[in-house]
């Protein structure tokens, strides 16, 4: 508790993004915890970690998110994650940007941080449809899915693009995506935020089978930690390897 890794910044930045590991849990469900980073001595904010996406056991070769009973594990897999969050206060050159231990309950390990200034939100383009314009609102827990649906399928009639304003979308299901020519945009990664929320496997990410589709300047994120898709979960042609 209160040990920490500070950083003397050479260039201006905002935006944080932070990579690190910690131990999993005995049932494989992952730990928690947090770290308060300080600027130049004054507390900014704390952060909360999880090793919840980072461990995988493998039983017979194949890969799972937890030790399973009765079966032995072949080998561990940890790989280190990241976080990103934007500081309250910015950082100029030559302040000092400190990541600290905040409780005393297991090791924490802090690979790098990466500090970058946030870029201004970018505004729909011209001809663009916009997500809110079939009912989509940000921030509310309630899946956007069927409004992004309905809004490519507008866009595609006129070859244009679907725009997703600042916030988090909800995606209770992964994007199934038909539609060709058309442009997937958001105003920044540090800005637009799509979160797939359905835990099950096979249920996040996008599954395209399409030309000329630029999908950009969005932040996607997942609850879901089933890293391979088996059995009848999977379409033909499987096992794909599922983020």
Not at 166 to 184: M, Q
Not at 203 to 218: K, M, T
Request: charged share 20%.
């Amino acid at each position: 508790q209160g040990s920490a890794v500070e950083w003397t910044v050479n260039k201006p930045g905002d935006g944080v993004t932070l990579r690190f590991t910690l131990p999993d849990s005995a049932d494989g469900k992952g730990l928690n915890g947090e770290v308060d980073v300080y600027v130049n001595g004054q507390l900014d904010q704390t952060v909360q970690i999880s090793s919840r996406w980072a461990w995988q056991y493998f039983v017979n070769k194949e890969p799972e998110n937890h030790p399973l009973p009765f079966a032995s594990t072949d080998y561990i897999a940890m790989r280190f994650d990241e976080t990103h969050f934007i500081l309250n206060k910015k950082l100029k050159a030559g302040d000092k940007i400190r990541i600290q231990k905040k409780s005393s309950d297991v090791a924490y390990g802090i690979d790098f941080i990466e500090v970058e200034e946030i870029e201004p939100v970018k505004t729909k383009p011209a001809g663009y449809v916009s997500i809110t314009d079939f009912g989509a609102s940000p921030n509310d827990n309630i899946s956007d899915l069927k409004a992004f649906n309905d809004a490519v399928a507008a866009a595609g009639t006129t070859g244009t693009g679907v725009y997703l304003p600042p916030g988090r979308w909800n995606f209770d299901n992964k994007v199934v995506l038909t539609t060709s020519n058309i442009g997937i945009k958001g105003a920044g990664m540090w800005h637009t935020n799509v979160y797939y929320s359905n835990p099950a496997q096979f249920s996040g990410g996008i599954l395209a089978r399409v030309n000329n589709v630029e999908v950009s300047d969005i932040f996607f994120n997942t609850i879901n930690t089933q890293r391979m898709c088996r059995d009848m979960a999977c379409p033909i042609g499987g096992p794909y390897m599922i983020y």
